[in-house]
Every structure is written in structure tokens, then in C-alpha cells.
């Protein structure tokens, strides 16, 4: 049934290049895009919905999107209703990365292309989505670990770091953490002495913190966030303490989001790791082609680089999100 809908828009749209069919009646065929946005936990996913949705009128594309509150049960009934509903292409963005077998086997039963958007999925049958757009988060943690280590040269004495890590489960907590590490233990003097999830939010990075400051004190040398929003709450607790962020403790953290860029210039975040949200255009671009009938690259790597506070003040104006 979808199939046959692309292949009419193919049809179409040659027919009309070839001018056998008047482009008014293509003009009446939107294309409908399903997407599930995790939810609104930090300010990487605010700029991350804002591209999409922009992108899409830009491209006139009818985007149905689903906020699911940071549930995956959520994602999986916005899916269901995006099949039912019989749209063009289904995107998601999946909170974790297991758990989404049967429902992605179902999009694949009913002939709609699956796009994943930001974050893998942990499911073996790769023909389960058509590609694959977004950041590669096991370089961005590899990144951290060596501007580090590069930081850390020529230190002799132990190095205590404390992690606080993205949501349970999900992608760019898993590869962040592994990238990281990966790193560091080429030298025995970098230890991770706490490691626990602060949920991608400045609530639960300030929180953490707290209770990481109020375990370890004055041991702690470094602090290693999954992301901006949660190294910005950890600042705050590090102030609370009495303690002087970026200098009494070294911050790295993930994301380059404009909020970092002020802490930078603040003096108070010591070096943000890029992942950029502007997926929206490579998105809408990617599903035109698949309407169009068109073979799209299983995986687009987001290119990023490492904002250091010393070129924060200069880069910041330039900052699109
Ligand atoms: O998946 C990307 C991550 O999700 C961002 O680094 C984080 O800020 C967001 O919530």
C-alpha cells in the first residue's frame, strides 16, 4: 500500500518533469511525516524539535509530531498511530535502545520507511530502518577523554573524576561513557570514583553533584557530564559548596549548546564536546528522496568538533543553537 503511494509520487513527479501530468495535481500530494521526539529534557532537544519542525514547513512537508515525555511506552503508541494513520515515512528519536523490535516489525509489515533520528536501537535485523542520522556519541566521549588527557600532561599525582551520566539505557550514554573510558585507561592515574545518571536535566545534574560533593569533598578533580544541561546544574552545586567551578574542579561536558558557551565565558565550564542538533534539514531531505523512491545512505554521521573556554567568547556569536 505505501509502496504503491511512492511509486504514484515517482510516477507523478515524471510524468509532470516529462509535462504528461500538470504539476498542480503534484502540488496537492503532501508528503506526511511521523515523528516521535523523546521529550524536552535539555536544551540540545529544544534546538533538536525546533529544527525539525522548521525544517519540515520549510520543506512542505506535513509533520505529525509526538512528544512522549521522556516514556518509550509513549513512542511506541505515537509509532502505532503514525501506522494506522498510514503516513509517508515514520522518524524517531529512541529514548533507549532496547526494546523496540515488534514495533519497528510492525512499521516494516505495513511498508512505512523507518528513519532513526539522533539515537540507535540495539536490534540485530538492521533492515528494521532505512538509515541512520546523527551524531557519533562514542567519538564524542573518545573527544573528552582526550582534551584530558591532554589537559593532564605531565600531572603526576591520581586524577578523581566523577561521571555524571545521560539517561539509563540510551545511546549517547552508553557510547559516551565508552568512548571516554576507552581514553583514559591508557594512564592509571585517571580514576572514576562516582559514576551515576543525572538524566540529561539540570535538576538531576545538580542534585548528583550534591551528592557527589558531599561524599568526596574536596577529592574530587574533575567532572565529566553526558551533557551541557547537567554540567550547568553540577556548577551550581559546586558554587553552593563553596568551591570555584572550572578551577577547583575541571569540567568537561557534551553538546556546545549556547548555555555552555556562557558558562565558558563565565569562566565556570571548562570545555563542551559539539553534538549538533540540526538534524532537521538532512531529515526532510532524506525523506523526500525515500517518497521519491530513492536509496538513502544507511548511516549520516554528524560532523562536530570541541569548544575549549578560551575560544568560547569568539565562537559564541557565531552559536546557532
Ligand atoms: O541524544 C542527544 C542527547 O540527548 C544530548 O546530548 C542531550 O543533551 C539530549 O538530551
Redesign the pocket.
Known sequence: MKLQRRTLFAAMAAASLAGTWPLSVLAQKKIVLGFSQ?GA?????TA?SESIKSAAKEAGIELKFSDAQQKQENQIKAIRSFIAQKVDVIAF?PVVESGWGTVLREAKAAKIPVILS??AVDEKDDSLWVSFM??D?VEEGRRAGRWLVDKMKGQTGTVNIVELQ??VG???AIDRKKGFEEIIKADPKFKVIRSQTGD?TRAKGKEVMEAFLKAEGKKINVLYA????MAIGAIQAIEEAGMKPAKDITIIS??A?KGAFEAMIAGKLNVSVE?S?LLGPQLMNAVKDLVAGKTIPKRIVTEEGIFPMEVAAKEFPKRKY
Request: glycine share 8%.
Open positions: 523523546i529534557e535539555s536544551e540540545w532537544r533538536n528519536s539522533d539515537r546523527g551524531s556519541f545521560g539517561t540510551s545511546a549517547p540529561f553526558h551533557n551541557d544541561d557534551i553538546d549548546v553534538c542538533p
